[in-house]
């Protein structure tokens, strides 16, 4: 409840910033990127972090909820909501689909399986004309904006937070932790591995419809596996099974990227070495499997705030 | 030109496409059989060889068989500092950091690359190979004969390594299971970096036989055929070496096959189509044993 009032203040404060111009449109468009991108790594985060499946092909999942986000507008005039609701479903059904069979698999081979499918998807969008081939999808409204993309990333984190919060939740938790135990103990691995693939492939397609709405143009060359290992690469940052990392990491490395754009030489150099520096140095990322509300002054503050007792022992 | 000759000429150019891949798969699987790593900057190593051989013909006026040595050479001392640098740090690291690393490292090589070299693809020079003369009207060129007789060299070499020597002795202690060649009296830490070495240089002949067959490097190229060594070597059995090769030429024939009879823009996905059926039916390969997990 309070994080919800303070992401209201947050949007509130970006919102007037933006109107009065005080936000110039580079970043204005950079703060939107960086809200698609924390759904994404939050939504990765869901399959990867907490139920610890290793997902190379989300880029792939984000590509469907695009075109068909793009579609619903353009070809069938729907209104922008609907147009993510079908995206959101159709990379959902297409995650269900995919994580059947190939949650079977293990650590590496589900890495190589997942950034197979992601590619398959983008090759088979590729020779679709329907919807642009390879030169991409032009003429696209613009119907995202700042309020549309900060609403929905704020549904998608309360979803993602109470989902890994509920009895689900643990259960992908005890698969990540140890899958065989999980199963002795009664959790069905299968279900929620595909429960959480499939949730996570959703949010992801959300994701593709926001972006796609955003730019006018999207084409296939935009859902490479090289963006797979971009969100992947914000979630390890933050830290696996963390909301905030998610969040810090998406905001991190989008606003690296926003803020060496007049160095595009050096902009992927840098990129790179602060990678692996990261994985020598702090390898659970920048918040490991803490939340912010965890962290104790903060904590404090919020049960003083929403009224709980702290129990003294 | 009935259909049975356009065949037979598409299993040519498969084959000595599949050859590329087989000289990096064998790298992806020793190292993958050895630490466990999908070592995404593979594909990179073999971009940097094909540089490497492209500047010893242009400036260094070399002929292509000195050009692939000094490639081979160079490009082998590079893996090892790889891994020296950036792996080695990582030995009892969670897996997904060694990933995540390699990664970085192949970032790091592309953008690096790209700023010393340029993004704008560079030419090979004419290599005195490009006569072609047909069989019973099958044609086959220089480039072609260069590829098949380097890449057979190079795996008998490899054979010989890995089942005659010591080194390959230990290698393969190694690989079946590291901490016991360890007590064994195996320098784990030497055997890697040699796996690393080998594996290296075997990318390096592949980017520089690349270069003389397709005439055209970029510091990309390494990105998807890196991928699609991967997938051979999942296919023929990770860690298994024949099957790297097996798995490299199959997979270099379909390609082959879907871009000659189907359509050029498939090939791509024909690669990983292949890799999620093996997967789903046989996630050990083609010349893996099944193990049971041990709990």
């Known amino acids: 409840m309070v994080m919800l009032v303070f992401g209201l203040i947050l949007y509130g404060a ?26 994404l790594s939050a939504s990765l985060n869901l399959i990867n972090g907490y139920t610890g499946q290793f997902s190379l092909g989300h880029a792939g999942f984000m590509a469907v909820g695009a075109y068909v986000g793009v579609v619903a507008t353009v070809k069938f005039g729907l209104p922008l909501i609907v147009a993510l609701i079908l995206g959101a479903i159709a990379a959902g059904f297409l995650g269900f689909l995919i994580g059947l069979p190939t949650l079977r698999l293990r650590g590496d081979y589900l890495a190589i399986a997942t950034l197979g499918l992601g590619e398959i998807v983008r090759i088979v969008i590729m020779n679709i004309d329907y919807v642009g081939g390879a030169a991409g999808f032009k003429g696209i409204p613009h119907l995202t904006n700042f309020t549309w993309v900060f609403m929905t990333m704020l549904v998608t984190l309360f979803f993602i937070k109470n989902f890994a919060n509920s009895s689900h939740g643990r259960a992908c938790i005890a698969i990540r932790e140890n899958e065989i135990a999980a199963e002795a103990m009664g959790v069905n691995t299968t279900k929620y591995k595909v429960m959480a693939f499939t949730l996570g492939a959703a949010f992801a397609g959300v994701a593709g419809g926001l972006f796609a709405h955003q730019f006018y143009l999207i084409s296939p060359t935009s859902f490479t596996f090289m963006a797979s290992f971009n969100y992947l690469i914000m979630v390890v940052m933050g830290g696996l099974g963390s909301i905030t990392g998610s969040i810090a990491g998406a905001f991190v490395v989008t606003f690296i990227s926003a803020a060496l754009a007049s160095f595009p030489e050096v902009r992927m150099i840098i990129y ?12 659970q990322g920048l918040f490991g499997y803490m939340e912010l509300t965890n962290v104790a ?15 003294s022992t | 030109m009935d259909f049975a000759h356009q065949l037979v000429q598409q299993l040519i150019n498969g084959v000595s496409l599949g050859s590329i891949y087989a000289l990096i798969a064998l790298g992806y699987t020793m190292i993958y059989g050895i630490i466990k790593l999908i070592n995404f900057a593979h594909g990179d190593v ?23 040595l000094i490639s081979m050479a160079l490009t082998a001392c590079l893996g090892m500092l790889i891994e020296r640098i950036a792996y080695k740090p990582l030995r009892h690291a969670p897996r997904i950091s060694l990933l ?3 990664i970085g490292v192949s970032f790091f090589l592309e953008y690096a690359s790209m700023y010393f070299v340029t993004p704008t693809p560079r030419t090979f020079p004419d290599t005195s190979l490009n006569f072609a003369f047909s069989v019973a009207g099958f044609v086959v060129n220089g480039q072609q004969l260069l590829i098949f007789g380097i890449t057979i060299v190079l795996m008998a070499l490899l054979t010989y390594i890995v089942q005659k020597t010591k080194l390959g002795k230990a290698m393969r202690a190694a690989s079946f299971d590291t901490e016991t060649a360890q007590l064994m009296g195996v320098d784990s830490d030497r055997i890697i970096s040699m796996t690393f070495c080998i594996g290296s240089a075997l990318a390096a002949a592949a980017g520089v036989l690349v270069g003389i067959y397709y005439n055209t490097i970029d510091p990309l190229m390494g990105i998807m055929p890196g991928v699609k060594a991967f997938v051979a070597a999942v296919l023929g059995g990770i860690g298994i070496l024949p099957g790297a090769v097996v798995g490299g030429i199959v997979l270099g024939v379909v390609e082959a096959l879907v871009a000659g009879f189907l359509s050029s823009t498939f090939r791509d996905a024909a690669a990983f189509a292949i890799l999620i059926l093996v997967l789903l039916f046989k996630p050990t390969g083609l010349f893996g044993k099944n193990t049971n997990e041990k709990v």
């Open chain 1, 14 to 39: 970006l919102q007037t910033m933006i109107s009065t111009k005080i936000i110039g449109s580079f970043w204005e468009l950079n703060i939107i990127l960086i809200c698609v991108n924390i759904i």
């Open chain 1, 272 to 283: 790179a070495l602060a990678l692996i520096l990261m994985m020598f140095y702090r390898p």
């Open chain 1, 297 to 311: 002054p903060i904590k404090k503050f919020l049960d003083k705030v929403s009224g709980v007792k702290e129990v």
């Open chain 2, 46 to 68: 073999y971009m940097v060889g094909a540089y490497i051989g492209f500047a010893a013909v242009t400036i260094g006026n070399l002929p292509i068989f000195p050009a692939l």
């Open chain 2, 100 to 102: 995540i690393t390699a």
